[in-house]
């Protein structure tokens, strides 16, 4: 069954460091990883879509990776800004057992301070 | 376009009630889901539709029934509601669920945030 981890839980960062969060997933035959970004009491936002055949994505100061060899995924944030605090999930469709529906992990809760 | 709509936006019941929290989506997506969402354990998935019609279980569908007569809308029953199921839910839509072609991207709606006492 699929698994998808995110490490660290929690992150707090200067205003303009750029910064890395990380996810991992235990079966490599994924189809799709998607990042999303949800704030406090709110819906998940969608930021990014990797398919399986990509490798990367980008969509402004975010960029985020797939290598499915290693089973990992990450999303890259420049120039990190207050308004980018919230929690990130990865989540993975596919995989053995999966039926193609997305696999969250627990979410990083990124804070940026001024 | 609306995107993912869900009503309501919070909803208090006491054990035992029944209530359907509602759905829809404007996109004519094919794929249509619910999730649940728990302090510690993530989302995870209750039920999902790849169609009108078409409806299969996820994870953890206990006490949630489900239905699926029209592209548009996908509502989540809760036959006796029970405090364990004290959550939010997330519907969600995705273009298709073709397995060979799964490079469509899943739209959350607002989210529905449920208390049973």
């Known amino acids: 069954k699929q698994e998808v981890t995110q490490i660290p839980a929690a992150l707090s960062v200067p205003e303009g460091e750029n910064l890395v969060l990380n996810c991992s997933f235990t079966?490599?035959?994924?189809?799709?990883l998607q990042w999303f970004r949800q704030d406090p009491g709110k819906g998940l936002t969608s930021l990014l879509l990797?398919?399986?055949?990509?490798r990367e994505q980008t969509s402004g100061r975010l960029n985020a990776s797939l290598d499915k060899s290693s089973g990992r995924s990450t999303l890259y944030i420049a120039a990190s800004q207050p308004g980018d605090s919230a929690t990130y999930l990865c989540?993975?469709?596919?995989?053995?057992?999966?039926?193609?529906?997305?696999?969250f992990g627990k979410g990083t809760k990124l804070s940026v301070k001024p | 376009n609306a995107g993912v709509t869900q009503t309501p936006k919070f909803q208090v019941l006491k054990t035992g009630q029944s209530m359907t929290l509602q759905c829809a989506q404007d996109?004519?997506?094919?794929?249509m889901s619910w999730y649940r969402q728990d302090p510690g354990m993530g989302l995870r998935l209750i039920h999902y539709?790849?169609?009108?019609?078409?409806?299969d279980q996820g994870e953890v569908p206990n006490g949630y029934n489900v239905s699926r007569s029209t592209t548009e809308d996908f509502p989540l029953r809760l036959l006796s509601a029970a405090p364990s199921q004290t959550s939010v839910y997330f519907c969600?839509?995705?273009?298709?669920?073709?397995?060979?072609?799964?490079?469509?991207?899943?739209?959350f709606g607002p989210g529905t945030r449920l208390t049973v006492t």
């Open positions: 990797i398919q399986s055949s990509q």
């Open positions: 969600a839509s995705s273009y298709n669920y073709d397995s060979k072609t799964w490079g469509y991207e899943q739209y």
């Open positions: 079966d490599s035959a994924i189809y799709n």
């Open positions: 996109m004519n997506h094919e794929y």
């Open positions: 989540a993975g469709a596919g995989g053995r057992g999966s039926q193609g529906n997305l696999i």
């Open positions: 539709s790849v169609g009108a019609g078409i409806t």
